[in-house]
């Protein structure tokens, strides 16, 4: 079982090897997914505040239409590129499906539980070529979670200059869930800063990561491939 | 009683004096209020000539009487009109001339005469903390009331926020358990007509609309009629335009209130609130909120108290001993999160400094794969 996700060729000392382990459509996803969050956040800041005064008359002015234009087409794009990883989760290989939390396997939380205690020992400990479980974790819950979250509230809001719609109908019953209309905007502001707190978490730990563990972590998300030495052992046994 | 009932709207109406001219254009009118189209006025027509007119019961409970103060001056159709022509108003404790135990009365004969047959409408909500004794009517909790007459109707209009959602007697921390009507009473249809109050030509249409066709209009999720409560007050603001345009009011006295832009900045609920406002306007078409410069509070929707302060775009997350928006969550946590960061990194540089560059070794993974995977 867990040979599935071992090196196999272990490099002489002093040596790398490298193993592709982010096929092309999971790199695709991610780096779509940043552009997105990245646009929708700050298309979502002017959108909730907006600071720019355009002067004249409004028959030619489209400002917030335009960026709100904007936020709805970047949303769109999130939502597929969502649905995308998803499709991909199923048909990728075992390491598109290294970050699921396996809550009910004994070593998936004792990987959980030694992953932090590396981290926050600054030490080397364990390796893994597909996701940790605190990073499987972390994106279970702000990705993918959030995710799901930011895309309800988002869709109910945007179906509501048109509630009989097809977005209406779709996910029309959020506003009525949430309690008001008000209080989806208020949710969706709230888990959008959990986009912020995950990004501020992530580009650190993958800088972290890739200097202590000497992985590639970073170039691997555009070439697909990770590195390790002689003694590293891939050490997601939890994986089957 | 009972054969003014069995009467029609055009009966009622001939016998005082209308004639067949008037009638059509009165009915013309009518449909108009009611937003349908007009092909549809020879329906109306034909309802008002065949369907009997209903008896209404008018109950009053934990409110303050702004939804009867708007009623009164709706002037398409004439509240008059209604109230003389359409329906049979058989108790309405504010408007009767009547009082005291002979109303009640009334009220009681009317459930057992006319059971299933007449049309209840709310007005105001029922505490149900301590067994309902905030509210009493004739000595009887409004709860009791309102339930025992609800039995025997045939449907209910919740009139105003009060009744559709609690309005501000059910706001935090509501302490007399305030709860709106759909909430009380169970398997009765209930048409809630948000507001605070909720515009006069809404309630006549509203109205009009269950007398004429005998059935209830259209309604949304949360129960309000879809003819007047389809359309944000945004989607049809006048100051639409300068929103799209980007400009905003930011402070009452500046060039921008002057130019009349838009209001969002100042706290405008428009964006969210499901109401007539903008179409058909207050006080016979007069003026509403946002046209005399002041944004939306967003009066027809839930929790519209809970979710201040007015003059601020979002509303404030109640967190003990702070006042604070998601977004000032959401930076303190973005805060956090980047100390955390920080601190991290530097006892990792200073590790480093410390004890050089010297790597532990990476962990046998023989000695832990544990249990089976
Ligand atoms: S004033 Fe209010 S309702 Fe009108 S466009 Fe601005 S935000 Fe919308
Ligand atoms: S404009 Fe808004 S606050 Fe004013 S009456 Fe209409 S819904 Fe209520």
């Known amino acids: ?240 | 009683m009972d054969r003014r009932l069995r009467e029609t709207t055009y009966e009622v109406l001939s016998r005082h004096g209308v004639d067949r001219r008037r009638f059509l254009r009165y009915c013309t009118m009518i449909t108009a209020a009611m937003g349908l189209p007009s092909s549809m006025v020879s329906q109306v027509v034909q309802a008002m000539e065949s369907k009997p007119r209903i008896p209404v019961i008018w109950l009053h409970g934990l409110e303050c009487t702004c939804c009867s103060e708007s009623f009164i001056r709706s002037s398409h159709p004439l509240a008059q009109d209604i109230i003389l022509n359409m329906i049979s108003l058989d108790y309405d404790d504010t408007l009767q001339a009547a009082a005291g135990h002979q109303v009640e009365e009334i009220r009681r004969r009317l459930i057992e005469e006319h059971p299933g047959e007449y049309l209840l409408a709310v007005e105001g909500n029922a505490p149900t903390k301590d067994g309902g004794v905030y509210c009493t009517v004739g000595g009887q909790t409004f709860l009791d009331v309102l339930l025992e007459t609800a039995e025997h109707a045939k449907a209910i209009v919740a009139w105003g926020s009060c009744a559709s959602n609690g309005c501000v007697q059910a706001a935090r921390p509501n302490p007399t358990g305030a709860r709106p009507v759909h909430e009380l009473v169970h398997g009765k249809p209930v048409i809630n007509v948000p507001g605070c109050p909720p515009i006069a030509e809404v309630m006549t249409g509203v109205l009009t609309y269950v007398l004429t066709f005998d059935r209830l209009p259209e309604l949304d999720r949360f129960g309000r009629p879809k003819m007047f409560y389809g359309h944000r007050v945004h989607d049809k603001c006048q100051r639409r335009a300068f929103f799209d345009a980007g400009q905003f009011v930011e402070q009452w006295d500046d060039e921008g209130a002057r130019q009349g832009w838009c209001l969002y900045k100042m706290g405008c609920r428009g964006p969210m609130t499901y109401n007539s406002c903008s179409s058909i306007k207050w006080n016979n078409g007069v003026s509403f909120p946002i046209g005399s410069g002041h944004g939306c509070i967003g009066c027809s929707e839930n929790d519209f108290w809970d979710n201040g302060p007015f003059y601020q775009h979002l509303a404030g997350v109640p967190l003990p001993g702070v006042e604070s928006t998601p977004d000032t969550i959401g930076k303190i946590a973005a805060g956090a999160a980047a100390v955390g960061v920080a601190a991290h990194f530097g006892s990792f540089v200073a590790k480093r400094a410390l004890f050089g560059d010297k790597e532990s070794k990476p962990a046998d993974a023989t000695k832990d794969t544990g249990d089976e995977a």
């Open chain 1, 1 to 240: 079982m867990s040979s599935i996700s071992r090196p196999v060729n272990s490099p002489p000392p002093g040596y790398f090897a490298q193993k592709y382990v982010w096929q092309w459509p999971i790199r695709v996803f991610h780096w779509i997914n940043a552009l997105a969050v990245l646009v929708l956040f700050s298309s979502g800041l002017y959108i909730w505040n907006p600071i720019l005064v355009p002067a004249g008359e409004p028959w030619n002015r489209f400002v917030m239409a335009t960026v709100r234009k904007i936020h709805f087409a970047f949303a769109m794009i999130f939502v597929v590129n969502f649905v995308w990883r998803i499709y991909w989760f199923w048909m990728g290989n075992n390491y598109a499906r290294s970050g699921f939390p396996f809550v009910w396997r004994r070593s998936w939380w004792r990987d959980l539980f030694r992953q932090m205690v590396d981290y926050l020992k600054l030490e080397r400990g364990h390796r893994h070529l597909g996701h940790n479980a605190l990073g499987g974790l972390a994106y279970t819950v702000f990705v993918i979670g959030l995710g799901w979250l930011q895309i309800l509230t988002g869709l109910a809001l945007y179906s509501e200059s048109n509630p009989d719609g097809f977005w209406g109908t779709l996910v029309g019953w959020v506003i009525p869930l949430a309690g008001s209309s008000m209080a989806v905007r208020v949710w969706h502001h709230l888990f959008a800063w959990g986009f912020i707190v995950f990004s501020i978490l992530h580009v650190y730990i993958v800088f972290y990561d890739g200097q202590q563990y000497r992985n590639g972590l970073i170039s691997s998300m555009i070439s697909g491939y990770k590195f390790y030495e002689a003694d590293d052992i891939d050490h997601d046994t939890w994986i089957s």
